[in-house]
């Protein structure tokens, strides 16, 4: 806080950023995957699982990092936080060639079935996603992201009957503490919290009708 106070930023608008940071689009892939892991009670330690685990996480977040990182340093992004409709469509459209072919993967080799709603999911968002910033309307990423793991968490403890009410209520906690530094960082307007929160959560009820009458 003092660092923030230093350079003139103040307490809260360093938390905003915290929160738009750590709960990025990019990393809700990341905390999705190692909470199913750690939810589900078969995945304990078998050295094959922690292999395919780590294959999954460099997959779907190292590489789109270091792409994203690259792209920066060429000048293609303004910021990380992606504030323009211009690179928030060129986002999506990497992101959504990713999660098709980790898609591809786990149904090609029928690894992590479980995954493969939430991917869907994420894939079929992005598409949404991208048609709205054709159209110059930026919903928000950061609420797309929060919307879509909350969503395919809930359906899956639905299915599973593991009980994750905790974990839901936390993570709930953090989403409107997400959204509403999004709100005070003057990112986005409620309107667009609220589109980017419904494109997730029903992407991912869309994606798992799919998969059970197709897979």
Do not use: C
């Not at 460099?58 to 211009?86: E, H, N, Y």
């Not at 609420?143 to 974990?167: E, H, N, Q």
């Amino acid at each position: 806080m003092a660092e923030f106070k230093k350079n003139g930023i103040n307490p809260a608008t360093g938390m905003a950023y915290l929160f738009s940071i750590l709960f990025h689009p990019l990393f809700i892939p990341l905390y999705t995957i190692v909470l199913y892991f750690y939810l589900t009670p078969r995945f304990f330690l078998p050295k094959n699982i922690r292999f395919l685990e780590v294959y999954l996480l460099v997959l779907s977040v190292v590489i789109p990092m270091l792409f994203f990182i690259t792209m920066k340093a060429g000048g293609f992004f303004s910021s990380f936080l992606l504030d323009s409709p211009r690179e928030r469509l060129f986002f999506s459209w990497i992101m959504l060639i990713v999660y098709l072919i980790i898609l591809n993967k786990l149904v090609q080799f029928h690894i992590f079935i479980e995954l493969v709603p939430f991917f869907m999911g994420i894939s079929i968002a992005l598409l949404w996603m991208s048609i709205a910033n054709y159209n110059r309307y930026k919903p928000s990423l950061h609420a797309m992201g929060i919307g879509g793991m909350l969503a395919f968490l809930m359906i899956w403890s639905y299915y599973t009957k593991i009980f994750i009410l905790p974990v839901i209520g936390f993570l709930l906690m953090i989403g409107v503490f997400t959204m509403a530094s999004r709100i005070y960082l003057e990112a986005h307007d409620y309107k667009e919290l609220f589109y980017g929160f419904l494109i997730g959560f029903s992407s991912q009820i869309i994606a798992f009708g799919l998969s059970y009458f197709f897979l």
